[in-house]
């Protein structure tokens, strides 16, 4: 499972009875994306969450696709969220509590904590790859991401 799977909405009962309908717990849930971030509903929230759905709409549904909110921009662009959290030196109790200030989110630190494990191993084997390929840059290049995520 994506670590998108495993990110949920805050105060979700809340929020569900203030839109007067329901939706999924998980953020990146199809029908989540469309009745809580990119539904009409937004006018029925307290200004609170408005701010943070708004933000979260800006920050992750802003592509062109078609298929927009379901084209998969939002999960990457969140995946890349959270690395760069991790790039920044927080752990995962830490990036759990930014993603609750900035996106009313949540998730559990111990998945957090495997997403950024994968994603290390994944480089690993990015460079082993790329070396065994004779590929240096690109080798360099996953070198240098994955210490970021180690540091
Ligand atoms: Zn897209």
Not at 116 to 134: I, K, P
Request: charged share 25%.
């Amino acid at each position: 499972m994506a670590i998108t799977d495993k990110i949920y909405v805050k105060n979700h009962r809340q929020l569900a009875s203030q839109l007067e309908t329901s939706f999924p717990k998980g953020a990146f849930k199809g029908a989540t994306l469309d009745i809580l971030f990119q539904g009409e509903g937004l006018a029925k929230l307290n200004e609170a969450s408005q701010d943070r759905v708004l933000e979260f709409a800006e920050d992750f549904l802003d592509c062109d696709c078609q298929a927009n909110p379901h084209c998969g921009c939002a999960d990457e662009k969140f995946v890349r969220y959270v690395l760069e959290l991790r790039e920044q030196g927080l752990g995962p109790d830490a990036i759990v509590d930014v993603m609750g200030d900035d996106y009313m989110l949540y998730a559990y630190p111990g998945d957090v904590l495997s997403f950024l494990d994968n994603s290390v191993r994944t480089l690993e084997a990015v460079e082993t790859l790329a070396d065994v390929e004779g590929e240096h840059e690109a080798a360099n290049g996953a070198q240098r991401l994955r210490s970021n995520l180690v540091r």
